[in-house]
Every structure is written in structure tokens, then in C-alpha cells.
């Protein structure tokens, strides 16, 4: 199924039938939302969802909340980033892996950013590892979409926004939609799941927050001085959001009809 828009100057969502308020129609089933810390929110993938009439059901099992054993309820999950990495040996780490086991045998949508795409990566058998030279992407990078990336959903952008010291092999199987240079492997897709190394879910609130918590990473090898995330942003932004808008609303068309929506009170 492609992602792709008919148009390469205007943000056309080609995918009729879903309604963007709840007054439009049958409420929709929540999205599974899932974080890493007390502060973290989905950004500006959960304002996209959001525009599409999904609700979103946000759990943070590193603070006790449970995962559900099935997604029957929900029109899909995502798995967001954080701090740790996917080779912890923290019980929540090692839970949320496993848990993924459950959208790709439920064939559901599923997509994982950066934590989440190494999560994912780890569950389909996959090695997580840092730069054999210890760099890093914090920052704008350049990705190259394949041609399987460009089939799926147009208008990739040149550059997107980074902040991971740590990779991940293509798994067996899977089938690479766009790569980078220090980390060959930036987006992937397995049946209905997704990974994307990149922070395509950063708002600008994010992004000063990251910069200023965070300034210890800038320090690293590779990674960009914060002037130039915000000069990247200035660039690169518009791209990279309607990138974005565009691949929610065609992932979103993955879940089963049956699946859709809410069942009737």
C-alpha cells in the first residue's frame, strides 16, 4: 500500500473517509501511546493523530503503567523515544520488546522512533549497537530514501532531525525505505510495523528543551552545535512536517476496518 499524495506542492491526505473531529462521525479507536518519561510527550505525532480523530491512550510502563495484551482495542501503537537504550537490562526495557511481539502477530500498526525503532529492531532479531567510532546524529542529517521509501510515501525530506548514539542492523526480512552515512540503516519497514531512526515527532518546544537538558550530547562526536538545530529547523522543518502529516495518515489506513472503530455503546 503506498503512503504516496497526489500532489507534490500541497499536503493532500489522500485517504477519504476518516473524520477529523469527533462530531464527523463514529468515534475512533485511541492510538496506544507509548513514552519514556515523566515529561515526554507524542509531539507533533500525536497532533497529527489528533487531526485525524484519533484519540490517544498514553502509558508510561517505565512508571508501573500496563500494557494491553491485545490490540483489539486500539487503531494502532507507537513507541517513542528516550534517554535509554534498547540493550538495557532494565524489566521495563525488556518488557516493551516483547510486548512488540504482540501488533506484529496481530499484523496492526505499529511504528517505533528512534528507542522505539531499536526496540523493534531488537524483537525482529536485529543488533543494536553505537558508532564503532562512538558518533552520534543530535542534529539535521541527511537521509536517502530507496525506492521502496519513495513507493510507500512521497516527498521525503533532505534532512531530518536526530538525537541517538546508537544504530541498528536491517533486520532478516525487513526492507530498508531510507539510509544515512554514519547510520546506514534510518528507516525500515516489517508488514505493518515501522521504525525510523529519526525525530520527525519534535515541535520546537522539544527541541529547545532536548537542547538545553540535554547540552552534554552536543558534546559528543559528530553531533551539531545547538545553533545549528535551529538553523536546520528553519530549513529543513516545513519538509520534514509534511513528510510526517502525510505517512500518520497513510499508516493510519493499515488498521482493519473491522478495527476502526469504537464499538457502539
Not at 498514553?58 to 508501573?64: D, E, N, T
Not at 553505537?130 to 546524529?137: A, D, F, I, T, Y
Not at 530549513?235 to 469504537?262: C, K, Q, S, Y
Amino acid at each position: 500500500m503506498s503512503f504516496r499524495s497526489h500532489s507534490g506542492h500541497e499536503n493532500v491526505l489522500p485517504f477519504p473517509g476518516r473524520g477529523t473531529s469527533a462530531a464527523s462521525g463514529p468515534a475512533l479507536r485511541p492510538v496506544l501511546i507509548i513514552l519514556h518519561q515523566e515529561t515526554s510527550t507524542p509531539g507533533r505525532v500525536g497532533n497529527a493523530l489528533r487531526a485525524l480523530g484519533y484519540p490517544l491512550d498514553i502509558r508510561r510502563p517505565r512508571f508501573g503503567d500496563p500494557l494491553p495484551e491485545t490490540l483489539d482495542g486500539h487503531a494502532g501503537a507507537v513507541i517513542f523515544g528516550g534517554p535509554m537504550s534498547a540493550n538495557d537490562p532494565d524489566d521495563y526495557v525488556r518488557r516493551e520488546i516483547d510486548w512488540i511481539e504482540i501488533p506484529l502477530r496481530e499484523q496492526r500498526p505499529f511504528l517505533g522512533i528512534c528507542l522505539g525503532a531499536q526496540m523493534l529492531a531488537r524483537q525482529l532479531g536485529a543488533e543494536v549497537a553505537p558508532h564503532r567510532e562512538g558518533r552520534v546524529e543530535v542534529g539535521y542529517y541527511p537521509i536517502r530514501p530507496t525506492a521502496a521509501g519513495h513507493a510507500l510515501c512521497a516527498d521525503w525530506p533532505a534532512r531530518v532531525y536526530h538525537w541517538h548514539g546508537e544504530g541498528f542492523q536491517l533486520p532478516h526480512g525487513a526492507e530498508l525505505l531510507a539510509e544515512g552515512d554514519d547510520f546506514p540503516v534510518q528507516a525500515f519497514q516489517s508488514g505493518h510495523a515501522f521504525g525510523l531512526q529519526f525525530h520527525p515527532d519534535v515541535t520546537y518546544a522539544m527541541m529547545h528543551r532536548w537542547t538545553t537538558r540535554g547540552c552534554v550530547r552536543m558534546e559528543s562526536p559528530g553531533a551539531q552545535p545547538r545553533h545549528l538545530h535551529f538553523e536546520g529547523r528553519a530549513v529543513h522543518d516545513v519538509a520534514e512536517r509534511t513528510w510526517l502529516n502525510n505517512f500518520i495518515a497513510g499508516w493510519t489506513m493499515r488498521t482493519p476496518r473491522a478495527l476502526l472503530l469504537e464499538a457502539a455503546e
